[in-house]
RNA sequence: GGGGCUGUAGCUCAAUUGGUUAGAGCGCCGGCCUGUCACGCCGGAGGUUGCGGGUUCGAGCCCCGUCAGCCUCGCCA
């Protein structure tokens, strides 16, 4: 008779030495296989662990004779008893106290021989893994970044739900709107020359349900976006999504960081001190060249555009006539840094646009400091030499880098470098988490493109209210750019370790501040009327003050985890190039499809 | 679209300045083995060096092109 495996007793991890005596029913998938010519030892697989079989020729020769024919990865169920290992205890397994003394065995399903092993001690091409998801998703690794997926979901939608937050669920086929990234276009058959975008969030329906007086909504938010991958981005991730109204930035800045340390709490055991810091952007900016800072080191970077001026050397000199900014980090015992790596260095950030990198080193010569190297020539004068020395705060041994351009690019690349070096220095701190919020981000940024100001984070971001005098809305005409780009806005993104968390803001409640902003992006009434007349009409029947933010779940789980992209935290990823290796998708449609559509391809 | 790295057995990798028949570990197949747990021992199969072209007496290695994957800038919060 066949045993019951629908009725199993327990699963691969879960037997211990209280159990033994036991009669136990296991299923799973053989992971390994130890044939003696006499006694076999099976190790069984399933989610929950491993668990170690033994069939002995002696006592049940016909399971015994089952269990020489089995391979990697065959499906079996077992039917035996639970018996103490004696001396012979493995302390590297859970379940190394005991093993399954087999009376009966089932073969459920052979294998092919896999194309990878199924171990988490080889590390295989990602391309093969994604193409045998399902052979990679049974290794121990990938099996727990599912379950760390899963708990950290959990966690967080049990935080909101005891925090009177209602999870909503919000369209999937929306209407297509200009603003942000690509959109997914998905085309109407019942509506030829027509189609429905597929979300990049569900930023405009939150608010909407927030107009409706639903108070406060969470979401996992499936959110789709047409743009090129990354090691944390792909087209389609989940955003924990939500929305609260009456409130201020701290209200949802602090149910956000007390969240966030639940989840540390239950992925990492962590306890995380709250409140988080706050750090402004333009601090953050000047800081650390970006805006989410890597706090867990210091290696900040250092303006040196006043003494900069001070000196002939041209490439200091040129790009500050053009408006430009010099800027250095100085790399603590950097001095001992080899040419080998310093012109690595230089290759590299040549790749992202630097025209080179300057450099010199400290050093001491007979009780005096000298500078090495690199650009030191230009440098070793007094009193130029004692101004940098200070500016910086370079000490004997130090190495300083330096970078003079626009201020933007200037950020990007000492903030590569910053980071670049830390990393390959050891100079980060292990199992450190360090967050931090980032606040008082411009309302609009300057496109040198289009000479115009735009949204930095979207267009319904509320300005904050010290900042509100500088939009001059009393005057039909729009604010100089000059005081429009000091305004602040009511939002922040929360960061962790130099990566971002996730984003939000207090959006715009009052009609005529919503006027007023579409009118200074160059939006005219029409426009706005044509894109967003639903969130427009909206806002004139009684529109609360609201705000919200959206965390990147992937991300978190990546962080968390301790993986390096977020495909190794999706079930089924695409690649770089956005293909599924496993489905193939996108892949081409059928004629019939296309005309049914009213769609004909370009030739 | 730009830049970088990679591509050799099923998997992970090696192969001196260009030099004989491209190797190793794991896996796989066969045999032996009654306490292993990365079992062990013996034997075996397995390769269009991503693909195409070029240089050369001779190319895994050099050159050109192309394809694929990853990282990154642009793009994207």
């Known amino acids: 008779m066949p045993l019951e495996y629908n009725k199993r007793t327990h699963d691969c991890g879960a037997l211990r030495g209280s159990d033994v005596g036991k009669t136990v029913l296991l299923s799973g998938w053989v992971d390994n296989f130890r044939d003696h010519g006499g006694m076999v030892f099976i190790d069984l697989r399933d989610r929950g662990g491993i668990t170690q079989l033994r069939f002995n020729p002696d ?30 205890v493995n302390p590297k397994m859970p379940t190394g106290e005991v093993e399954v003394a087999v009376h009966e065995i089932d073969l459920l399903s052979k294998s092919k021989t896999p194309p990878f092993q199924i171990t988490d001690d080889v590390e295989t091409n990602e391309d093969l893994r994604l193409e045998y998801r399902v052979l990679d998703l049974r290794r121990p690794r990938m099996r727990n970044a ?15 739900d005891r925090n009177g937050f209602l999870d909503i669920e919000t369209p999937i086929l929306c209407k297509s709107t200009p603003e942000g990234a690509r959109d997914f276009l998905v085309p109407s058959r019942v509506h030829n020359g027509s189609f429905y975008a597929l979300p990049q969030s569900p930023q405009i329906f939150k608010q909407l349900l927030m107009m409706a007086g639903l108070d406060r909504y969470m979401q996992v938010a499936r959110c789709f976006r047409d743009e090129d991958q990354r090691a944390d981005r792909q ?52 800081k650390y060249g970006k805006d989410a800072p890597d706090i867990r080191y210091e290696m900040t970077i250092k303006d040196l555009s006043v003494f900069a001026a001070k000196t002939d050397f041209k490439v200091f000199r040129e790009p500050l006539d053009a408006g430009g900014v010099v800027r250095c980090i100085v790399v603590p015992g950097g001095a001992a840094m080899t040419r080998k790596e310093t012109d690595g260095l230089t290759e590299e950030i040549k790749g992202i646009g630097a025209g080179g990198l300057p450099l010199v080193k400290v050093a001491e010569e007979g009780g005096k400091v000298v500078l090495q190297t690199g650009i030191a020539k230009f440098l070793d004068a007094e009193p130029i030499k004692s101004e940098l020395l200070s500016t910086s705060g370079a000490k004997p041994g130090d190495l300083i880098f330096f970078a003079a351009g626009s201020e933007a690019n200037v950020c990007k690349w000492l903030a590569w470098l910053r980071g670049t070096v830390a990393e390959r220095r050891g100079m980060i701190p292990k199992d450190t988490w360090a967050f931090c919020w980032v606040v008082d981000f411009p309302l ?46 009511k939002a922040y993104d929360v960061v962790l370790n130099g990566v971002e968390l996730g984003g939000g803001s207090i959006r715009i409640h009052r009609s005529d501040v919503q006027a007023k902003i579409f009118q200074l992006l160059g939006i005219s009434p029409e426009e706005a009327k044509l894109k967003f007349e639903y969130l427009i009409e909206a806002l004139q029947y009684g529109a609360p003050p609201h705000g919200g933010l959206a965390l990147g779940l992937d991300r978190i789980v990546m962080l968390f985890g301790g993986f390096s992209s977020i495909r190794e935290v999706i079930a089924f990823p695409k690649n770089a ?16 499809q296309l005309k049914e559509l009213g769609i004909r391809l370009a030739p």
């Open 235 to 286: 087209l389609e991730f989940t955003q924990i999504d939500l929305e609260m109204a009456f409130v201020q930035p701290e209200d949802v800045m602090r149910h956000v960081e007390a969240c966030l340390a639940e989840v540390a709490q239950v992925a990492l055991g962590l306890k995380v001190p709250l409140p988080m810091p706050r750090i402004s952007y333009a601090e953050a900016m000047a």
């Open 444 to 489: 609009f940024g300057w496109d040198d493109d289009s000479k115009n100001i735009f949204s930095m984070h979207h267009p319904f971001t509320s300005p904050k209210d010290e900042d509100l005098h500088l939009m001059h809305l009393d005057s039909p005409n729009p604010a100089p750019a000059s005081d429009l780009l000091k305004v602040r806005a």
């Open 577 to 592: 190039k956005a293909i599924d290796p496993l489905t193939k998708a996108p892949s081409e449609v059928s004629a019939e």
């Open 59 to 88: 006592t049940d020769p016909a399971a015994h004779g089952v269990a020489r024919t089995l391979r990697s990865e065959y499906v079996i169920c077992i039917r035996g008893e639970v018996v103490s290992r004696g001396t012979n």
């Open 146 to 160: 599912m379950m760390l997926r899963h708990k950290i979901t959990k966690t967080i939608r049990d935080y909101f």
